[in-house]
């Protein structure tokens, strides 16, 4: 990263001093790929908190990460970020605590028997968190459900995104809202590795592009193996990669009823970005489907 904007991060958003001399670092609660999870707590409001932790030296992206989550602070449907540290070491980002689980564990548990509103409904608290990303000009590029926790164990908990360690910035082209705004010539090319290759895009694991439409593939994939227990496509023998080329959208018909729904879905995991809908388009359509209910 230019050292010029590490130095406007630091002076901008990481906080001064030790974080110790503010926060108990406890147990390990979570292990990413670009880092780990500690239970926390405030020392002056004793207020208990998560604190990721990522090695400079093997996470060169830290600072990235760091200012892109700060651009979408508040949105309901992101964890908030409250502070940021660091040492000689490591980068240290505190945040609220989630104690209702991932959505991994929900999906697991009922594997496939999740009702098609449920899944809908938590598809458009995925898609919200999506959108203001790439309102604020960024892709998460690591959408699955791992990465979606539920704020806390109500029965109507809001989903939370989490962990932007793949997050990449829209550079060649803003966020397009809508098909006519949007031109597959103007995706940006990635210079890393990404994502978790299940549940990417087409364009991020064959081309190594990515645009706004990326991340909505992988909600429609995930609310598709909400209801259904399974990917939509098969894969190779190693069982984690896509075979896209056996995706049947034509078979949504059957997991998700309704005619809507179903174009819907259908729409959001189109091999051809072009025709794929924009999470702003997505979020429009699904309140209206919802509202039917």
Request: aromatic residues 8%; contains cysteine.
């Amino acid at each position: 990263m230019d050292p010029n904007e590490v130095d406007r991060i630091r002076a901008t958003i990481i906080s001064q001093g030790n974080i110790l001399d503010s926060f108990e670092l406890n147990n390990v609660i979570g292990v990413g790929s670009f880092g780990r999870v500690v239970a926390g707590r405030h020392k002056k409001s004793n207020t208990p908190c998560a604190i990721k932790i990522m090695e400079k030296k093997i996470n060169p992206f830290c600072y990235r990460e760091v200012e892109l989550i700060h651009r979408v602070k508040g949105c309901p449907n992101i964890l908030t970020v409250h502070s940021a540290y660091e040492d000689e070491k490591n980068m240290y980002l505190v945040s609220d605590r989630c104690t209702g689980g991932e959505l991994f564990d929900y999906v697991s548990e009922m594997m496939g028997d999740i009702e098609p509103q449920r899944a809908l409904r938590l598809g458009l608290e995925m898609l919200r968190a999506l959108e203001a990303c790439n309102k604020a000009g960024f892709c998460h590029l690591d959408v699955k459900p791992e990465n979606f926790m539920f704020r806390d164990s109500g029965i109507n908990a809001p989903l939370l995104l989490v962990d932007f360690g793949s997050a990449e910035p829209l550079v060649r082209h803003q966020y397009a809202a809508t098909k006519h705004e949007y031109d597959p010539a103007d995706d940006d090319s990635l210079a890393r590795l990404t994502g978790t290759t299940m549940y990417n895009a087409p364009e991020v694991s064959v081309h190594a592009k990515f645009s706004s439409r990326s991340d909505v593939w992988s909600v429609g994939v995930t609310t598709y193996i909400m209801v259904a227990g399974e990917l939509p496509y098969q894969t190779e023998e190693d069982g984690r990669t896509p075979r896209y080329e056996t995706l049947n959208t034509h078979n949504i018909r059957s997991i998700f009823p309704t005619q809507k729904s179903f174009e819907l879905l259908r729409s959001m995991i189109q091999l051809d970005p072009s025709l794929r809908v924009s999470a702003s388009e997505a979020i429009r359509e699904l309140e209206d489907i919802l509202a039917s209910y």
